[in-house]
């Protein structure tokens, strides 16, 4: 499995895969739009060069706000998620980010847990943020 810089040659992969991972998917003109965006940071893991997960964020001067992390059904549970996740805590280490930031489903234990094991910490909630099935959003942060 390699971790790389995302290219416009991933998008229909990743727009793939967000499809089969959210209820409520961002569209490819979305994600397109975001991938193209300056601000933008986008990652993919690649096993033989196919698309098997990918991770994206807004960088706001010294502030990142994860858009999304999603894997393949068929590759999770074998530290995808992990290293997409330690790619960008590395990157905003590096460039002396304050935090780290993100938005998840409070039923999403599986994801909640790969947050706290890189150290994010809940800082609210949003009530009813989602929808199918009505569901709070959980907050969490990465300080640095
Ligand atoms: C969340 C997701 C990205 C995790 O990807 P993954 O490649 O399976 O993650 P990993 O294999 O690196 O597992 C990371 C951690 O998740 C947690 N985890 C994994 N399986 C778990 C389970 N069955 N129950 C609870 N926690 C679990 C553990 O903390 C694990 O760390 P560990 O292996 O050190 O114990 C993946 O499940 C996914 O794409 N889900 C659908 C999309 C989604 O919900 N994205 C998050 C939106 S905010």
């Not at 999304?68 to 530290?79: I, L, S, T």
Request: proline share 2%.
């Amino acid at each position: 499995m390699k971790i790389e810089r995302m290219t416009k040659a991933h998008l229909d992969s990743v727009c793939e895969i967000e499809q089969k991972c959210f209820v409520h998917p961002w569209s490819p003109e979305s994600i397109e739009y975001e991938f193209n965006n300056s601000t933008s940071l986008f990652f993919v893991a690649t096993e033989n060069n196919n698309v098997i997960g990918y991770i994206g964020m807004s960088c706001i001067i010294d502030e990142g706000y994860i858009f999304n992390v999603a894997v393949d059904e068929n590759y999770r549970c074998q530290g995808v998620g992990s290293a997409l996740i330690n790619t960008l805590v590395t990157y905003c280490k590096k460039n002396n980010f304050s935090f780290l930031t993100l938005e998840v489903r409070e039923s999403n234990l599986k994801a909640r847990s790969l947050y706290s094991k890189f150290g994010f910490i809940k800082v609210g909630e949003r009530k009813d943020y989602y929808s199918e099935p009505n569901e709070n959003a959980v907050l969490m942060t990465k300080y640095f």
